[in-house]
């Protein structure tokens, strides 16, 4: 069975171009997650949604970032104008509503380079 | 607020020889623990959970973790380590019982050598 799908997995680009990261979660799970990992800070739930619906997005570092989930195949992750700075692996990851006991599981990432 | 703490940035060991690696986590109320995996390139994969019950867990790939509520440990263990076992670990604690967020440690790399 297909796990989290993530796209693209790479992605280099200058700054102050707007960049879109992509995944379409398990199928069946309701619950959503981004997350980003750097060295220096390790991994950091960025925003995540239920049904669809934006829960807590507290981590989102500032207002370039923006996440949409239209549907429950689809969710982006969007940083404009884009920094050096935000050069990191993006993590989708689903889980089964009501999954407070289930395990989150991940896709294989966006490595993101900004140049 | 809830955390988990992985006070071992690496730990090395020879192929064959027991493997721990340790967390320890800070929580109010039962803790929902979960160990991951992630393999170079890859996204975590999850091995292990404790929500309640025997305080052994057994999991993928020989892993196994034992919950100690007196000393608030989580530590991930396999009895003979494989040089495959070589990764990034993380502990990771839910924020909450109603919540579904995670709090990672801040990760331990394992290197088994042959």
Not at chain 2, 81 to 91: E, G, P, Q, R, T
Request: glycine fraction near 8%.
């Amino acid at each position: 069975d297909a796990g989290v799908i993530q796209s693209p997995r790479h992605e280099v680009t200058e700054m102050g171009q707007e960049v879109t990261l992509r995944c379409k979660p398990i199928s069946g799970h309701n619950s959503l997650f981004w997350y980003r990992q750097t060295m220096m800070r390790g991994l950091e739930l960025l925003i995540y949604f239920n049904n669809n619906v934006p829960i807590d997005d507290s981590g989102m570092p500032e207002d370039r970032f923006s996440a949409k989930m239209p549907n429950a195949s689809f969710s982006t992750l969007k940083i404009q104008p884009s920094e050096p700075r935000d050069s990191a692996v993006y993590f989708c990851a689903s889980s089964p509503l009501r999954g407070e006991r289930q395990p989150q599981h991940f896709g294989d990432g966006t490595r993101l380079s900004i140049l | 607020a809830q955390s988990v703490a992985q006070p071992e940035d690496q730990v090395n060991v020879a192929e064959g020889n027991p493997l721990t690696v340790k967390c320890t986590y800070s929580v109010s109320g039962n803790p929902y623990l979960f160990w991951y995996v992630q393999y170079p390139n890859r996204g975590l994969q999850f091995l292990l959970k404790y929500i309640t019950g025997d305080n052994l867990v057994k999991g993928s790939y020989g892993f196994e973790a034992e919950f100690n509520k007196s000393q608030t440990s989580f530590h991930l263990k396999k009895p003979s380590a494989l040089v495959s076992d070589s990764a990034l670990y993380f502990c990771a604690v839910r924020v909450g019982p109603n919540d579904y967020k995670l709090s990672f440690g801040a990760g331990t790399t394992v290197t088994v050598r042959a």
